[in-house]
T-cell receptor, first 115, second 117 residues
């Protein structure tokens, strides 16, 4: 079974500072990996995804993530935090059964931006 | 695309009552998913439809839960004899499924909050 571990349920950074949200996965086969963002009382919005090809993936709102197979990691970064980045972030891995994109999510990281 | 829409957005019900949630996926998306999210947790998979066929159900989906997608378009999730433990946000999602295998983008709705009192 595939799983995702997000280190740090809460992360606080100052506005303008680097954002680093950690995600490690467990999978017996090459994974497909995703980062989603959730604003209060809303659904999830896809930030970026890794399927195949380039291991550095760029997403929306200036976020990017790098797939590192040797470290089984898919950490999310943003060079300069903005107040609007305050939200809950979820890393997810896709079930690789054919035709089923079922996602397994981590427990989430709440990002707080300090003015 | 108008996005995935869910109704109602909020529902408060007494324990033992039945509730039904509706999901309208993005037009022409043939795959539809239901997830459940409790406070402080990530979403958990409940069930999945390919067109009108329900292809997978999680063991989280007890026999009090039933989901349908009768014409391969909108879907309903019914919870019978609700319990306090059912309090959660129920998320619907859809994907186009045009490419084979995983990796298609899954689009989520804004969720339906259920509070069982």
């Amino acid at each position: 079974a595939q799983s995702v571990t997000q280190l740090g349920s809460h992360v606080s950074v100052s506005e303008g500072a680097l954002v680093l949200l950690r995600c490690n996965y467990s999978s017996s086969v090459p994974p497909y990996l995703f980062w989603y963002v959730q604003y209060p009382n809303q659904g999830l919005q896809l930030l970026l995804k890794y399927t195949t090809g380039a291991t550095l993936v760029k997403g929306i709102n200036g976020f990017e993530a790098e797939f590192k197979k040797s470290e089984t990691s898919f950490h999310l970064t943003k060079p300069s935090a903005h107040m609007s980045d305050a939200a809950e972030y979820f890393c997810a891995v896709s079930d690789i059964n054919f035709g089923n994109e079922k996602l397994t999510f981590g427990t989430g990281t709440r990002l707080t931006i300090i003015p | 695309d108008t996005g995935v829409s869910q109704d109602p957005r909020h529902k408060i019900t007494k324990r033992g009552q039945n509730v039904t949630f509706r999901c309208d996926p993005i037009s022409e998306h043939n795959r539809l998913y239901w997830y459940r999210q409790t406070l402080g947790q990530g979403p958990e998979f409940l069930t999945y439809f390919q067109n009108e066929a329900q292809l997978e159900k999680s063991r989280l989906l007890s026999d009090r839960f039933s989901a349908e997608r009768p014409k391969g378009s909108f879907s309903t999730l019914e919870i019978q004899r609700t319990e306090q433990g059912d309090s959660a946000m129920y998320l619907c999602a859809s994907s186009a499924g045009r490419t084979s295998g995983p990796g298609n983008t899954i689009y989520f709705g804004e969720g339906s909050w259920l509070t069982v009192v």
